[in-house]
């Protein structure tokens, strides 16, 4: 007879809310153990007992069939003496707070609920709130830990004998999960349609027949609402450009399945496993030519989809796939330009009532608003741009820091003030809030204050040490500086390469390259094209763009003729009139010489490093728009031009000055100026694309070669960039360098609020 021993198993990660007791339960049967699992403070507690061997297959069973959305961070166990239980069983959450469990994010529709979903006899055939265990809300409906159905905005819902079943059977795909719910006894959908209320089923009918009729339907999803319309009706896409303010900014699109999205575009077989996630983010998808949706991404080679991730999308898609209607839908954030996303029907009729042609509605209540998450592929990995849905509040784990820097220090990182996130820290765990985004709104700012309180009381935590941007003016700073507490000033771009830093765990010293729009450096100049040299916990800046002045501040960055103008003075001189003046010819004429003005008298134009303006000045000069109606547009459009066959690159001078090498970027200007000319576009981009790949490596090599560092970490907003951040990538792998880039933060200044933790954390200083 083999040896009956009993073990205690300790699991921390995301193990609550997941499915996992039920997982822990069916491992257990199969296994023939007794003993019990519960949820508890730090994770899952189990005591097993059973054979030795069976309790060994138990283990390993445990950790590598575990619930698709479960993430175990840690397993303990160890032999404790024997008890006498006849059987296993799921012991009921105790009422103590759960000081280090981890709120699991949103999930999107599982394949098990989707079927029942589109299953006319199923008891939730196309009802849009269905979820289980491996799927469905939780992040956005939480209130307050541990994550159980009364904490929750289902609490006001009574679950009926059927769901009450499911709940309390163990082996049940539905047991435990608290948003569990069915058409009799759970959350429904509104409509108010001509004066009249129209609920459930046809409600939807009624969105999906106006969707085919090129209507804008706003529809509440899962963490706020979506402008909705037919990708293909640019009429409707026109309308909704004209409310949103936003006359050419891409917009997402959803589609049924990845399949769909496989007419559309190029789609990998590891872009194909992101859409059909747990997160189901917006993917940037290659598309198979130009003329794709042209309207909703115009001027680009990259289109964002989504799949239909809730079951309100899913059924929706379905009535509308059954009707013969085959296009993808427009799906946009439901909101003003620059305000945060609406979550509720008195939110949404205010900023929206009257450019929607129907606003739909449910009650279940959205507590904390999540956007889609957006990224890209290349070079490995899957790429944040906007972490949000579906991402929040997963915890990046900080490896690389040692017990003693974290003993006692909870610190918060503030963010910046484009594209706002925070970042609270918890132990060797960092929390990063969805995207707020740009705080020069009121309405950003008061979600950003909310948000703060509301993640303080998810995780149980109240910052010591408060990390916040250099810049005096930026909101984040300005609020940091209003807390109690610890302050820490943290240049920009620093944090943005100590955010890959405290992704990847890099405990060498390395090089580490920030490529930005602007941010504020320590001798008040705006900086944007930085390399550090970050050994231990000091930093030095080791190279950047020799500044040039940026006339009229941030204006630049809307008129971006403008860093043209100032880059091509400071490339020809006197001389810019003769060889570059046909450029500005269609521009206000009063404009651009009081501009001219400005750059070469230094007035109301700071200097700047900024690697975005250059990037502003290339697309300009290379013959797209003088004007920026997004953040990122010209860049953007210019490296959808990019062709990617081989093509002599630019040249940039790489000089020393004071221990300090600087970038003139010059020749690269003055070659690009003579290349004019429509159908030289793609070449001035491939060229200059590749030009600032080989200008990264050699300045990269001529620090290295002082330093004797061969890590290399890039950071920064222009890092969006696929192109170049492949290009940049594999120029340094074949110099021989080790190279890091962001992933699971965005490398704009999403991300940013990382690195400043980190910064504190390390107690770094400027050297
Ligand atoms: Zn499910
Ligand atoms: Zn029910
Ligand atoms: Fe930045």
Redesign the pocket.
């Known amino acids: 007879m083999s040896l009956i021993i009993r073990k205690r198993i300790l699991i921390k990660g995301v193990v609550q809310g997941v499915g996992f007791r039920p997982h822990v339960y069916r491992l257990a049967v199969v296994r023939r153990l007794s003993g019990w699992v519960k949820n508890d403070a730090s994770g899952v507690t189990i005591e097993a007992q059973g054979a030795a061997e069976d309790l060994r297959l138990f283990i390993k069973e445990l950790e590598s069939r575990k619930p698709p959305a479960a993430a175990i961070d840690s397993l303990r166990a160890s032999v404790i003496a024997r008890a006498a239980d006849a059987d296993f069983t799921i012991i009921k959450s105790g009422g103590n707070t759960s000081a280090e469990a981890q709120i699991p994010a949103d999930l999107a529709l599982c394949p098990d609920c989707r079927r029942e979903l589109s299953n006319p006899s199923d008891r939730r055939y196309l009802y849009p709130f269905t979820n289980c265990t491996n799927c469905g809300p939780r992040f956005t409906i939480v209130k307050n830990i541990p994550y159980d159905r009364p904490l929750t905005t289902m609490k006001g819902f009574k ?2 004998p ?2 009450l079943a499911e709940y309390r059977f163990p082996l049940n795909r539905r047991f435990h999960a608290q948003p ?7 959350p429904s959908l509104s409509a108010r349609y001509r004066g009249r209320m129209i609920r459930g089923i046809t409600a939807l009918e009624l969105v999906s027949d106006l969707l085919t009729k090129g209507k804008i339907v706003a529809l509440q999803s899962l963490g706020g609402f979506h402008l909705a319309c037919d990708a293909s009706n640019h009429e409707a896409i026109l309308k909704l450009r004209r409310f949103k303010d936003r006359p050419a900014k891409p917009f997402a699109v959803m589609v049924a399945s990845a399949a769909e999205a496989g007419q559309l575009c190029f789609v990998s077989k590891a872009e194909r496993e992101i859409l059909e996630s747990a997160p189901a983010p917006v993917v940037m998808l290659r598309k198979k030519n130009a003329g794709v949706l042209a309207q909703a991404a115009p001027g680009l080679s990259t289109l964002g989809v989504m799949t239909a991730y809730t079951p309100l999308h899913a059924a929706l898609f379905r009535l509308l796939r059954s009707a013969g209607f085959k296009s993808p839908l427009v799906m946009t954030s439901g909101n003003r330009r620059d305000e945060p996303i609406a979550k509720d029907l008195a939110g949404a009729e205010e900023a929206f009532g009257a450019a929607a042609d129907l606003i739909v509605f449910h009650d279940r209540e959205i507590h904390n608003r999540a956007d889609d998450s957006v990224g890209f592929y290349a070079d490995g990995a899957f790429r944040l741009v906007r972490r949000a849905r579906g991402y929040v509040p997963n915890a990046v784990r900080l490896d690389g820091l040692k017990a003693g820097q974290l003993e006692g220090r909870t610190v918060l990182g503030c963010g910046a003030d484009l594209k706002t996130a925070f970042c609270l820290t918890r132990g060797a765990l960092a929390f990063l809030s969805q995207h707020i985004g740009d705080q020069s709104e009121y309405a950003n700012q008061k979600f950003y204050g909310e948000t703060v309180d509301k993640m303080k009381t998810l995780l149980r935590v109240s910052p010591g040490v408060i990390a916040h941007d250099l810049h005096p003016d930026y909101h984040s700073s300005i609020y940091g500086r209003s807390l109690k507490g610890a302050k820490v000033p943290v240049q920009h771009h620093v944090a943005h390469v100590l955010s890959v830093a405290a992704e990847h765990a890099i405990d060498r010293p390395f090089i580490g390259v920030a490529w930005d729009g602007t941010g504020y450096g320590t001798d008040g100049k705006i900086w944007g094209s930085e390399f550090f040299v970050i050994k231990e916990n000091t930093w030095r800046r080791a190279a950047h763009l020799e500044y040039f002045p940026l006339p009229g501040g941030d204006a630049a960055t809307r008129h971006i003729w403008r860093s043209a103008l100032s880059l091509l003075i400071n490339a020809l001189g006197p001389a810019w009139r003769a060889e570059a003046g046909r450029l500005f010819r269609g521009l206000d004429r009063k404009t651009v010489n009081a501009v001219e003005r400005m750059a070469e008298k230094g007035v109301n134009a700071p200097l700047t490093s900024s690697m975005g303006r250059l990037f502003d000045a290339v697309s300009f000069i290379s013959g797209l728009g003088p004007e920026a109606t997004y953040e990122g547009q010209g860049p953007m459009e210019l490296e959808s031009l990019c062709a990617r066959t081989s093509v002599q690159p630019y040249v940039f001078d790489i000089s020393r000055q004071e221990g300090v090498f600087l970038i003139d970027p010059a020749k690269a200007l003055v070659a690009a100026l003579r290349e004019r000319g429509a159908a030289r576009a793609r070449r001035i981009s491939g060229r200059f694309h590749a030009g600032l790949a080989g200008m990264l490596a050699d300045t990269v090599s001529v620090i290295s070669r002082d330093s004797g560092i061969k890590t290399v970490v890039l950071s920064g907003g222009v890092f969006q960039n696929r192109t170049l951040l492949e290009y940049g990538m594999g120029r340094l792998k074949q110099k021989g360098f080790t190279v890091f880039a962001n992933a699971e933060v965005p490398a704009n200044d999403g991300g940013i609020a990382l690195g400043q933790a980190y910064y504190a954390l390390n107690s770094f200083r400027q050297i």
Request: net charge negative; hydrophobic share 25%; with cysteine.
């Open positions: 679950m009926c059927d769901c569990n719910a069915c058409p009799v006894c759970g």
